[in-house]
């Protein structure tokens, strides 16, 4: 029966692996987005709680810490994770899982809590998951196919803006 876990994972790998690829080509990120990098930048304050929910595993685009481990859509990027990906694989097949932990910053989540359960889901096709999800407000709109280079342009361009509004009315 674990033989099947393992063929799961090796799957996924190999997705992930083939992602890295295409990415490479289409000149799209691979990496998570760093939720720190992405908090730090905006300046993000202590969020809300906004309870369980359902979302789309598509508005995942990063991590809390764990962003290097898996590819942008949660494929794992190396064989280190084959051993608790397998046994959390197996944990779905049996029971199912317990909700995932998120931030939310615009339109996408961090995963604070969870990211295996993500990347199994992912492999196994799933678009939705409960989450507990916690909001921080952003002063501009990010979605599931921007970069922390282009997030930090539209926070340029929203400090550009802003100050040339205020240098207008004085």
């Known amino acids: 029966m674990m033989q099947q876990y393992l063929t799961h994972f090796e799957q996924a790998h190999r997705r992930g692996f083939l992602e890295r690829i295409w990415n490479f080509f289409r000149r799209e990120p691979n990496d998570l987005l760093s939720f ?12 809300y709680d906004k309870g369980l929910q359902e979302i789309e595993l598509d508005k995942i685009v990063g991590s809390v810490g764990r962003g290097r481990e898996f590819t942008r859509r949660f494929f794992p990027k190396t064989d280190r994770l084959e051993n608790r990906w397998s046994k959390v694989d197996q944990l779905y097949h049996e029971r199912g899982f317990e909700p995932i ?37 952003s002063p501009i709109t990010i979605t599931p196919h921007d ?12 400090n550009r803006s802003s100050t040339s509004l205020a240098l207008a009315s004085t």
């Open 101 to 137: 932990t998120v931030y939310q910053v615009s339109q996408v989540y961090f995963v604070l809590d969870g990211n295996h359960r993500v990347s199994v889901s992912q492999t196994h096709g799933l678009t939705l998951m409960e989450a507990y999800v916690q909001v921080f407000h």
């Open 36 to 47: 720190e990098a992405v908090r730090q930048l905006l300046r993000l304050r202590t969020g």
């Open 147 to 158: 970069t922390l280079d282009t997030i930090r342009q539209k926070w340029s361009r929203l």
